[in-house]
């Protein structure tokens, strides 16, 4: 069942009776979520979704639309009118990793257009508190001496949640087990009550597991190691620099959108960006801000570079629906 919450401010209530110079619409908003609650998709919408009603002087609604890797949400976004109205907040897997093993009846570099870049989510090897291991290094050792053993849990079949296992499976001659889930929030659950002992998860989601310590920080799978734990390694300090990924949010569109439109979309969010009281919520949850502005060429072309690689990765190892 879809959950759906409204943002509306009591400050804003008495200012949408006014225009706005950055407003590209004069009717409410919907921010479509291809994800449950709690999640880092879904806490990226519940950060800007404010801002943007402030920006737009009309409510926003934040939909929930889990299911089928994404493909719910987006074929609802791209049934709506192309008007602006209806928008897709998403971090790049759903467009760049699931589609490559699960056919959802669109195409996401013809069907979907980037509107905006707006923060980055980086990847994490975290392990249940009561795994026999501290740090990443024995964890390898540890599944290695227990082949077939252990179970790895991901947010969903043919994200880099489970890229990152296949990959260290391979590279490090181990048998992991991949058990998927419907998103973070379920996942993460079972890896916290240690039914499910490790997973690849977002910066976001396990941010706030790991400092309260329902969670242990592995490692770090991103080229650089994560501010938040500067003495957690990466996983290619370890010698498995293949397992390196990271994800950027923003909102998508219609590629039915007429240009112009998409341009007023595309300002009015990166002026959203560029909010200090965002970037700090961003920082606070998780999320790395995304400073340098990227025009909607340059959007579409890293959106393509990302598939393309994603692609070449299901390739290369053989990735599959379990």
């Known amino acids: 069942m879809k959950r759906i919450a409204v943002f509306l401010p009591l400050a ?10 950055m407003a590209f619409t004069d009717k409410p908003v919907k921010l479509i979520v291809p994800a449950p609650p709690g999640g880092t998709i879904d806490v990226f919408a519940r950060i800007i ?5 402030l920006e737009i002087k009309q409510p926003v609604i934040v939909e929930n639309r889990p299911g089928a890797g994404g493909a719910l949400a987006i074929k609802y976004m ?3 009118p ?7 907040v998403t971090v790049t897997n759903i467009l760049t990793e699931v589609p490559h093993v699960l056919k959802g009846g669109f195409d996401p570099m013809k069907d979907v257009r980037p509107a905006s870049q707006m923060a980055r989510s980086l990847q994490v090897f975290i392990a249940s508190p009561q795994f026999p291991a501290k740090d990443a290094k024995e964890a390898i050792a540890y599944v290695k001496a227990h082949p077939g053993q252990v179970s790895f849990a991901s947010y969903s079949q043919g994200t880099t949640s489970q890229y990152a296992g ?11 087990q991949h058990v998927p889930f419907p998103g973070s929030a379920p996942a993460l659950a079972q890896v916290m009550g240690n039914q499910i002992p490790l997973m690849f998860d977002g910066s976001v989601t396990s941010k706030p597991l790991i400092a309260s310590g329902k969670v242990k920080l592995l490692a770090v799978s991103y080229k650089n190691r994560w501010a938040e734990f500067p003495n957690v390694p990466t996983m290619a300090e370890l010698g498995y620099p293949e397992v390196d990924f990271s994800n950027w949010s ?18 009015t969010m ?16 998780g999320f790395e801000p995304i400073r340098q502005e990227r025009s909607l060429e340059q959007l579409s072309t890293d959106l393509r570079a990302e598939f393309d690689r994603n692609g070449e990765i299901v390739k290369t190892y053989g ?3 379990n």
């Open 12 to 21: 804003l209530a008495a200012a949408l009776q006014t225009g706005s110079a």
């Open 166 to 176: 296949v990959i260290l499976n391979q590279k490090a001659g181990l048998d992991m």
């Open 78 to 80: 791209l049934s709506q």
């Open 270 to 285: 990166q002026k959203i960006n560029a909010s200090q009281a965002v970037q700090a919520r961003y920082q606070a949850t």
């Open 49 to 53: 979704s404010d801002q943007l009603a």
């Open 250 to 267: 923003g909102v998508f569109a219609s590629a039915k959108t007429p240009q112009p439109l998409m341009e007023k979309i595309h300002a």
């Open 82 to 88: 192309a008007d602006g109205n209806t928008l897709l």
């Open 319 to 321: 990735i599959k629906l």
